[in-house]
């Protein structure tokens, strides 16, 4: 069961594509909570733990990109190279987007075999439950049966010694 705001893969790629922008052009992480916030109809603390405590493991080189990029950018004689990093990290999160959408389609098909092999395992104990109480019944009917036949031996053995006498009819 999905909770209703639950994170979804566009929302982290929104996330970290924003705090990357901001960390890239010398803004501050808060600020990129801020807009996405915003963006998505969150808090400023929704937005800055997902990023810490999920998100950013994810894009750990990408953030040291961008840091290196901000320092690059402060010195004016390294346009060329900014660009190059630049492009190097779009290319990192570009080749980590597949993965991560992989891993969440992998978890996906995990979870519905989960959730069916739970469902056989619940129709297998309610059959079980079911062949349980029948065989009770039948045990129970079986004793009294046969408790029922012992007695009536009994009764005309009882009769024989002439214990018992024999109603009148």
């Avoid at 052009?25 to 405590?53: D, Y």
């Avoid at 987007?97 to 098909?109: W, Y």
């Amino acid at each position: 069961m999905e909770r209703r705001n639950s994170w979804s893969d566009d929302n982290d790629l929104l996330l970290a594509e924003t705090v990357l922008r901001h960390v890239k052009t010398g803004s501050t992480q808060m600020k990129a909570f801020e807009e996405v916030a915003s963006k998505l109809e969150r808090t400023t603390a929704a937005c800055a733990f997902r990023w810490n405590s999920t998100v950013r493991k994810q894009y750990e080189q990408a953030v040291k990109d961008a840091k290196e990029i901000k320092q690059h950018t402060k010195n004016a004689e390294s346009t060329v190279v900014i660009s190059s990093v630049q492009q190097v990290q779009e290319e990192t999160i570009d080749q980590q987007v597949p993965a991560v959408i992989g891993n969440t389609h992998s978890f996906e098909h995990h979870h519905n075999n989960l959730l069916q092999l739970h469902q056989a395992a619940l129709v297998e104990i309610d059959h079980l439950r079911n062949e349980v109480i029948m065989l009770n019944r039948k045990l129970n009917e079986q004793a009294t049966s046969e408790d029922l036949s012992a007695l009536m031996k009994l009764i005309e053995h009882a009769r024989e010694l002439g214990l018992v006498k024999n109603p009148a009819v």
